[in-house]
């Protein structure tokens, strides 16, 4: 298939899409809101909540619903990408997975955290064991490192692709957490790959 055409079918699959209509309606900058909602909404991630990373927050609609039900917390979001400042949190650009960042998260902190969410992904290439491998190494990484920055009752949240490092990954959260469930909102959609990973209290 050409790339013009990729390109309008995904323009039409955006025209027709409600979440991305209703997100521009309701003010948020991306449909993704709604799978942060949902998975709240299900798992009571928030519940709480007073401390909070957004790993990958680009272009900032997590961080928009962070900020919404955070009050007289401290949430920070980093991405490699710019994007625009958000009302009460607190904006890091650079490259997550690189130990200069993790350390300026965790300066910034200076102790452990309730919740870490992660939207992490590579820019899909096509091959969908490649890129579910990939990402799934983003995953790993933000595990770990929530592992370490979470308190006892902290929670990780993540996106995950259905593939070949699925499984791995499953196993290495009930490894870290005691409670562990896979999860793909209602607003993800039908011909997506990605569920997320919900994990909470630290074993």
Known sequence: MKKNKISKNWINKQRRDIYVRKSKI?????RA????????EKFKILKNVVTAIDLGAAPGSWSQYLSQKINHGKILAIDILEFQK????????GDFTNENSKEKIRDYFNKKVDLVVSDMAVNTTGN??????????LCMDAMTFAKNQLNYNGKF???????????EIVSEAKKIFKEVSIFKPPSSRKDSKESFIICKILR
């Open 128 to 137: 969908k064991n490649l890129d579910s491998i990939v990402t799934g190494e």
């Open 86 to 93: 958000i009302n009460k949190v607190h904006q890091l650009i």
């Open 33 to 40: 809101i709604y799978k942060l909602k949902e998975i709240d």
């Open 26 to 30: 309701e003010g948020y900058r991306s």
């Open 157 to 167: 949240i993540s996106k995950l692709f259905m593939g070949t490092s699925f499984n």
